[in-house]
Each structure stands twice: as structure tokens, then as C-alpha cells.
């Protein structure tokens, strides 16, 4: 006999009933009945229908998770020039961001769901992961951090934009400098947007959203320029969560080093998952994650038991390719594409790409999406209203 999403198996009542912890008034498991095991996680609850049995299986309703994922520099809406972070006139790291503040409120542009506007592989995988999850029993609201808008829903209004932690991309909000001649740094950029939203967004960051759900695992999807960028409010929220479990961060290629505080907090995820999740390697965060919701088998999501389930999964994944290609400049890459586009007006930015890498030269996905998307006519300034754009 099948039974309805969120009942509880009869082995579920079993567990519950052989050993179920006392609880609270609102529903959780009190305190006193945590257990020190590491596969164990009671005493994170999410109300009076949702319980922990002593093994550390979710029984009652279905488990909520706040998947926070980077935006994706790919829109499907043209971004006008001066909401392009390249356009901005200031130099030091917050004049930029008052500068960037003020054209976002003032800009006439149309508005769309950030749902609806970012495009490509990772966004698309991004959005699968609720439909995923949601058949172990998980649900997930999906969150947006966005170098343009901070923390957003990802049914928040915003315009087309193109902003972005990654250094060397030329929409980069710092761009080649992790920290200007005022001691000020990208996560201070962070800490402004949050502080400042757009007016149809909640003025929080992820310490406010752990306050305000502190018993609800959080799970950040994102690349080490977004993990540095957001690295003091992560902390934060490591402090506000009921239990340090319950962060964890999947961001393949992140050094700990970079963010020491947060090293506990980052899951054993690289490229080699490649050789099950397949994709680009620009949503190669967010297909791990997406693999490990899927194994999630009805546990508690703690940063423990999501640990454990990537450890296992890669124990049999072949080592890390290593490629030694030579980096182009952006010059080169925009005499390769010219030369091609030359012999095939038509190639698509895809292919290009593909048969750059063939030959052992070196260029990021971003940086070549964003050459490849500069059409010959530009505007006095030399830039371009442009598809596309940075996070």
C-alpha cells in the first residue's frame, strides 16, 4: 500500500515509538535528549508536525531547507549599460556601491522575477534541485545571492543587471583587487547590499534569515568568490543557527585558507564529481548538491550526515584531471573569436569555446561568454548594451 507523501512508514512509527525523545511545547526534542552521535542529529525540529526519531530519521511533514545558490551572469534580458558594473565612474569599493545604488533605484528598466531572468546551465539546475528534493522529502526554498542585489527570494523583482564577485571578470564590483587602499573588501560590498536592499526585497542577509529560522538547515551553493564576499555573514549565521550542523557549503575548489572560520563548514566536494554529475564546470557546485539531496534519504540535513554522503559517493570517483593549457588575454580571445566568426558569421559561443580548450589554451567560461557576447557597435564610452552579463 502506498502511503501519501509526509506519513510516516510503519517503521517510522516504530523508531518514533521505541525511541522518541520528549519534547518541547512548540514540538522539538528538548535539549536534554540530544545525542552525541555523529549520525544522530535530535533535537532539530521544525514545529509541532515535523519530529526527529533516535536514529535521526525525519518523521511527520516534510523537512524545510534554505538552498542559497549564486546568481548566474547568463539573463534572458538585454542589460543596459548603466546597470553594468564596468560603467561605474568611482574607484574605491564602497563609492562603487553607493554609485551602484543609487543607478539601481533610478534606472528605468522593466522588472522580472530573478527566476525568470537568469539563464544557463546552473540556473536551470538550480531549479530542479526543489523538484529533486521534494521526492526525499525535503522542502527547499531557493535563495539567490547576487553581487547586484544581495540576498533575494528567487521570486524577488529585480532588473537586468550585470554585477560580480569573480575579480577578473569585467563586471567585477572589485575588480582585480580583493581589498582597496581603504581596507575596504567585497565582503563589505556584501554587508551594503544587505543592508540596503532594493525596495521589494526583505533587508537581511543570511545572518538575519538563520535568526529568524534558526532551526531550518541552511545550504550555500556558491564559488569561492561568492564564499569570501559572504564569508563574515556566514559566520554570523553560524552563531544564530541552533546548531552549527546545520550550515554546510558546497563550493568545489574553495581553499579553507581563505576562510578559515567557515573550514568546518565546507563539504568534501571537487571536480571530480564531474564523472557522475556530468554539465559544465560553471554548475558543477549545484549539481553536487542537487546529487546530494537526492541521497538524502530521509535524515536530518546536518552538515555531519551531507558530509558523510559525499565521502561515500566520491570513494569510488577517478583522480582530478589536470589540464596544463595556456591562458589567453582578452585580446586573444577576441582575435580567436573574430578569426572564427570570419569563416562562420553563425558559430555558436559554445563550440568556440570548446575548440579554444582543444587546441590548450586556457579561458574562464565567464571571461569568454562575456567577449563573445561584445557586438562591433559600441556606444562613446566603448561599452555595449549587452545579453547576458555578470551575477
Known amino acids: 500500500m502506498k502511503c501519501r507523501k509526509g506519513a510516516m512508514t510503519m517503521t517510522q512509527r516504530q523508531r518514533q515509538t521505541q525511541a522518541a525523545p520528549s519534547t518541547t511545547r512548540d514540538g522539538c526534542p528538548d535539549a536534554g535528549e540530544l545525542r552525541t552521535r555523529s549520525d544522530v542529529r535530535v533535537g532539530v525540529a521544525w514545529g509541532p508536525e515535523t519530529s526527529v526519531d533516535a536514529l535521526g530519521t525525519l518523521t511527520g511533514a516534510m523537512q524545510p531547507v534554505n538552498l542559497i545558490v549564486s546568481c548566474t551572469h547568463r539573463k534572458k534580458a538585454v542589460v543596459p549599460a548603466p546597470l553594468c558594473a564596468r560603467t561605474l565612474r568611482s574607484t574605491s569599493l564602497l563609492d562603487r556601491l553607493d554609485e551602484w545604488i543609487e543607478r539601481r533605484e533610478t534606472h528605468v528598466a522593466e522588472e522580472r522575477r530573478a527566476s525568470d531572468l537568469y539563464a544557463g546551465d546552473h540556473w536551470q539546475v538550480a531549479q530542479s534541485v526543489a523538484r529533486v528534493a521534494g521526492d526525499v522529502g525535503l522542502d527547499v526554498r531557493l535563495w539567490v545571492c547576487s553581487a547586484g542585489y544581495g540576498l533575494i527570494r528567487a521570486s524577488t523583482p529585480v532588473k537586468p543587471y550585470s554585477y560580480t564577485f569573480?575579480?577578473?571578470?569585467?563586471?567585477?564590483?572589485?575588480?582585480?583587487?580583493?581589498?582597496?587602499?581603504?581596507?575596504?573588501?567585497?565582503?563589505?560590498?556584501?554587508?551594503?547590499?544587505?543592508?540596503?536592499?532594493?525596495?521589494?526585497?526583505?533587508?537581511?542577509?543570511?545572518?538575519?534569515?538563520?535568526?529568524?529560522?534558526?532551526?531550518?538547515?541552511?545550504?550555500?551553493?556558491?564559488?569561492?568568490?561568492?564564499?569570501?564576499?559572504?564569508?563574515?555573514?556566514?559566520?554570523?549565521?553560524?552563531?544564530?543557527?541552533?546548531?552549527?550542523?546545520?550550515?554546510?557549503?558546497?563550493?568545489?575548489?574553495?581553499?579553507?585558507?581563505?576562510?578559515?572560520?567557515?573550514?568546518?563548514?565546507?563539504?568534501?566536494?571537487?571536480?571530480?564529481?564531474?564523472?557522475?554529475?556530468?554539465?559544465?564546470?560553471?554548475?558543477?557546485?549545484?549539481?553536487?548538491?542537487?546529487?546530494?539531496?537526492?541521497?538524502?534519504?530521509?535524515?536530518?540535513?546536518?552538515?555531519?550526515?551531507?558530509?558523510?554522503?559525499?565521502?561515500?559517493?566520491?570513494?569510488?570517483?577517478?583522480?582530478?584531471?589536470?589540464?596544463?593549457?595556456?591562458?589567453?588575454?582578452?585580446?586573444?580571445?577576441?582575435?580567436?573569436?573574430?578569426?572564427?566568426?570570419?569563416?562562420?558569421?553563425?558559430?555558436?559561443?559554445?563550440?568556440?569555446?570548446?575548440?579554444?580548450?582543444?587546441?590548450?589554451?586556457?579561458?574562464?567560461?565567464?571571461?569568454?561568454?562575456?567577449?563573445?557576447?561584445?557586438?562591433?557597435?559600441?556606444?562613446?564610452?566603448?561599452?555595449?548594451?549587452?545579453?547576458?552579463?555578470?551575477?
Open 166 to 391: 569573480a575579480a577578473r571578470h569585467a563586471d567585477s564590483v572589485a575588480p582585480l583587487v580583493t581589498r582597496d587602499a581603504n581596507g575596504s573588501s567585497p565582503s563589505m560590498w556584501w554587508s551594503g547590499l544587505c543592508a540596503r536592499p532594493a525596495s521589494k526585497a526583505p533587508a537581511r542577509g543570511i545572518a538575519g534569515l538563520a535568526a529568524d529560522e534558526p532551526g531550518v538547515p541552511v545550504v550555500v551553493v556558491a564559488s569561492e568568490p561568492y564564499v569570501t564576499a559572504m564569508a563574515d555573514d556566514l559566520v554570523e549565521a553560524l552563531a544564530a543557527l541552533r546548531s552549527q550542523d546545520l550550515l554546510s557549503i558546497v563550493s568545489s575548489g574553495t581553499d579553507a585558507k581563505r576562510v578559515p572560520e567557515l573550514a568546518s563548514c565546507l563539504l568534501p566536494a571537487d571536480a571530480r564529481f564531474e564523472a557522475i554529475v556530468g554539465g559544465t564546470r560553471a554548475a558543477l557546485n549545484v549539481r553536487i548538491a542537487r546529487l546530494m539531496f537526492q541521497h538524502a534519504d530521509g535524515q536530518v540535513l546536518s552538515r555531519t550526515h551531507l558530509g558523510a554522503t559525499l565521502e561515500r559517493l566520491s570513494s569510488t570517483l577517478p583522480p582530478l584531471r589536470r589540464f596544463t593549457r595556456r591562458r589567453l588575454s582578452d585580446d586573444d580571445v577576441r582575435a580567436f573569436i573574430e578569426e572564427a566568426r570570419q569563416s562562420d558569421p553563425s558559430v555558436s559561443k559554445t563550440h568556440l569555446l570548446r575548440k579554444l580548450r582543444a587546441g590548450d589554451a586556457a579561458c574562464e567560461q565567464a571571461r569568454f561568454s562575456d567577449i563573445f557576447n561584445q557586438e562591433p557597435g559600441r556606444d562613446g564610452d566603448g561599452y555595449v548594451q549587452q545579453r547576458g552579463g555578470a551575477s
